[in-house]
């Protein structure tokens, strides 16, 4: 990719509790929904760099999440650059713009192409992105 500042994948984390296919074959067409999204009209993602915060705000507490990883270049034209909503989780300085997706609402098969778990463990959600970070979890 020639241009460094388009990220090569973006993120979507999902709670534990949904049900999740963690192999890319079983996919289905479409994923539910999280509310947040859901409300909001878009699917809200990250890229690898925002991860880390978007554990911390939104999933402190959880003991693992599955990380959809989504090839940016399909979906580039239905991502709008946006910064996050202050009353879903109070301003996050330094993390800058976030991918939105505005596609329906649709995220399965399609587009995502690897699925992912992290677990909060002994070491908290650090210690899970160190190993990522080096392995899957890229810009």
């Known amino acids: 990719m ?7 994948y973006i993120y979507k984390l999902v709670q534990h509790s949904v049900p999740t296919p963690n ?3 079983d996919l289905p067409e479409r994923l539910p929904v999280s509310d ?6 878009f699917v809200h993602l990250s890229t690898s760099v925002q991860v880390a915060g978007t554990l911390r705000h939104f999933f402190a507490d959880d003991p693992g999440v599955y ?8 979906v580039e034209e239905r991502i709008r ?18 991918p939105h997706l505005y596609n329906g609402l649709k995220l399965g098969k399609d587009e995502i192409d690897r699925v992912e778990i992290l677990e909060n ?7 899970a992105l160190e190993k990522a970070y080096m392995d899957w979890l890229v810009w």
């Open 23 to 25: 192999n890319h074959d």
């Open 121 to 127: 463990g002994a070491g908290g959600w650090d210690a």
């Open 81 to 98: 650059w946006e910064d996050p909503k202050a009353e879903v989780c109070g301003p996050r300085g330094g993390e800058g713009m976030f």
């Open 67 to 74: 990380v959809l990883r989504i090839p940016y270049d399909p």
């Open 36 to 41: 947040i999204d859901q409300n909001s009209g």
């Open 2 to 8: 020639t241009d460094s500042s388009k990220p090569n």
